[in-house]
């Protein structure tokens, strides 16, 4: 079955660490998203794609980066790694730009 | 942009009807209301969406007033595994970038 898929689930790090979370769909969805979500808040747009070499910033952006080098997949990076970045990573996939999202499980990251 | 205000929980009991509802006065006339559920550790799951007319399929019913602002999720009989963090959201005008999603309603589903 197509699915998507986070890795890693869970990470600890130092802060000032470079992290890449990885984030790959089989469905062959042009749109891809990332969103963290902390205690008590709802999710928060990171960054998204609508296409191969497509990026475009969310409404939380600062601090990260992705790229979109293949249909399959959105790495998100953090450069430099802050305790503010500890929070549940979402990875998100969708058919058309306004159709259903399809969630990953999850990455937990935490920044010591 | 416009914006849904959703109670922050709610209860019901297994096997009984859930009215989850939703208020949007702010709406346009071109927005979708779209429903999203997130379960326990999980990442959020799509609900179900609509537009004027009220929708149905086999996870919940979408029941939207005629004047657009206010809508209700019906999921038909709870069951415990519906227990979740429900989200009512609005696409603004462009694609699923402007899916913005509040805190939600979280549903406690008794035995």
């Known amino acids: 079955d197509a699915e998507i898929t986070q890795s890693p689930r869970h990470k600890i790090t130092e802060t000032g660490r470079q992290v890449t979370l990885a984030c790959h769909q089989t469905?062959?969805?042009?749109?891809m998203f990332w969103y963290r979500q902390d205690l008590g808040h709802g999710l928060r747009l990171i960054h998204y794609?609508?296409?191969?070499?497509?990026?475009n910033k969310g409404e939380v952006s600062d601090g990260y980066s992705v790229s979109r080098s293949n249909t399959e997949d959105l790495p998100l990076t953090l450069e430099s790694a802050a305790s503010s970045q500890t929070s549940v990573y979402f990875c998100?996939?969708?058919?058309?730009?306004?159709?259903?999202?399809?969630f990953g499980e999850g990455s937990r990251l935490t920044v010591l | 942009d416009a914006k849904t205000t959703q109670p922050n929980s709610m209860e019901s009991n297994e096997e009984e009807p859930v009215h989850l509802p939703c208020n949007h006065s702010?709406?346009?006339?071109?927005?979708?209301i779209h429903w999203y559920r997130q379960l326990p550790s999980q990442g959020p799951e799509y609900v179900i969406h609509g537009l004027t007319s009220n929708v149905n399929n086999r996870m919940a019913s979408l029941a939207i007033a005629e004047d657009r602002k206010s809508s209700t999720l019906i999921l038909h009989r709870a069951t415990l595994r519906d227990a979740a963090v429900y989200y009512c959201i609005l696409t603004t005008q462009g694609g699923s970038e402007k899916l913005v999603f509040g805190k939600g309603t979280k549903l406690t589903v008794n035995p």
């Open positions: 702010t709406i346009s006339g071109t927005d979708y």
């Open positions: 794609s609508y296409g191969v070499q497509d990026t």
């Open positions: 998100a996939s969708s058919v058309t730009a306004t159709g259903e999202l399809f």
């Open positions: 469905w062959n969805h042009n749109n």
